[in-house]
């Protein structure tokens, strides 16, 4: 089965239960940009689509086409199957048919190997390489220092080095109390 979000499992979920499977009315929660960019993804996987609405019989309008006409969401098939609903045309496939995502692998068929992720590589002259140089420095770097030279927030220089070095890019921060300096964090050289 298809990955998909959480919002987007309530959106087809609602349509599957309407007899036209229009996808509208949205949740209460999604509005705005962050509606426009849920249901530009699930456009853009096929899992719904823009159908002219019929205006006359009250369906409700996604947007508006610009020429006194708009536009309704309609659940597809694939945004059907993708949350586990099988459609009548899906029940009759052509005979011999088979669905590739339930055949399993010869036992003794050799599997690629998956690409490793490709690595992360700060670019140069930015706050985010400047944290990290002053971090490799024999000496290290304390909060108040890499405040004054990147211009961040204290929580900004924490949250940086805890999220974007630590999680994103696997580098090892290491800290200790330093007498009449305070907390110093380090990198290991590179």
Same mark, same amino acid.
């Given at each position: 089965?298809? *990955?998909?979000?959480?919002?987007?499992?309530?959106?087809?979920?609602?349509? !599957?239960?309407?007899?036209?499977?229009?996808?509208? =009315?949205?949740?209460?929660?999604?509005?705005?940009?962050? &509606? &426009?960019?849920?249901?530009?993804?699930?456009?853009? *996987?096929?899992?719904?689509?823009?159908?002219?609405?019929?205006?006359?019989?009250?369906?409700?309008?996604?947007? %508006?086409? /610009?020429? /006194?006409?708009?536009? #309704?969401?309609?659940? +597809?098939?694939?945004?059907?199957?993708?949350? /586990?609903?099988? +459609?009548?045309?899906?029940?009759?496939? @052509?005979?011999?048919?088979?669905?590739?995502? #339930?055949?399993? @692998?010869? =036992?003794?068929? =050799?599997? %690629? =190997?998956?690409?490793? @992720?490709? !690595?992360?590589?700060?670019?140069?002259?930015? *706050?985010?390489?400047?944290?990290? !140089?002053?971090?490799?420095?024999?000496?290290? &770097?304390?909060? %108040?220092?890499?405040?004054?030279?990147?211009?961040?927030?204290?929580?900004?220089?924490?949250? &940086?080095?805890?999220?974007?070095?630590?999680?994103?890019?696997?580098?090892?921060? #290491?800290? %200790? *109390?330093?007498?009449?300096?305070?907390?110093?964090?380090?990198? @290991?050289?590179?």
């Amino acid at each position: 089965m298809t *990955k998909i979000s959480d919002t987007q499992a309530i959106i087809l979920s609602a349509a !599957a239960q309407r007899e036209d499977r229009i996808a509208l =009315p949205l949740p209460e929660s999604l509005r705005g940009g962050a &509606a &426009a960019k849920v249901v530009g993804a699930m456009l853009a *996987k096929g899992f719904l689509q823009e159908v002219d609405a019929d205006m006359l019989k009250g369906e409700t309008v996604w947007r %508006e086409t /610009g020429d /006194g006409h708009g536009v #309704t969401l309609v659940a +597809t098939e694939a945004g059907l199957t993708a949350i /586990g609903i099988e +459609t009548e045309d899906a029940k009759t496939a @052509p005979a011999g048919a088979t669905d590739a995502a #339930t055949e399993e @692998p010869e =036992p003794d068929t =050799p599997t %690629e =190997p998956k690409a490793a @992720p490709k !690595a992360r590589i700060p670019r140069e002259g930015t *706050k985010q390489a400047t944290l990290i !140089a002053m971090l490799r420095a024999p000496d290290g &770097a304390t909060i %108040e220092e890499i405040m004054a030279a990147t211009g961040w927030q204290s929580h900004t220089v924490r949250g &940086a080095m805890a999220g974007a070095l630590k999680k994103k890019l696997g580098l090892e921060v #290491t800290s %200790e *109390k330093v007498e009449n300096r305070g907390r110093v964090y380090k990198l @290991p050289a590179a």
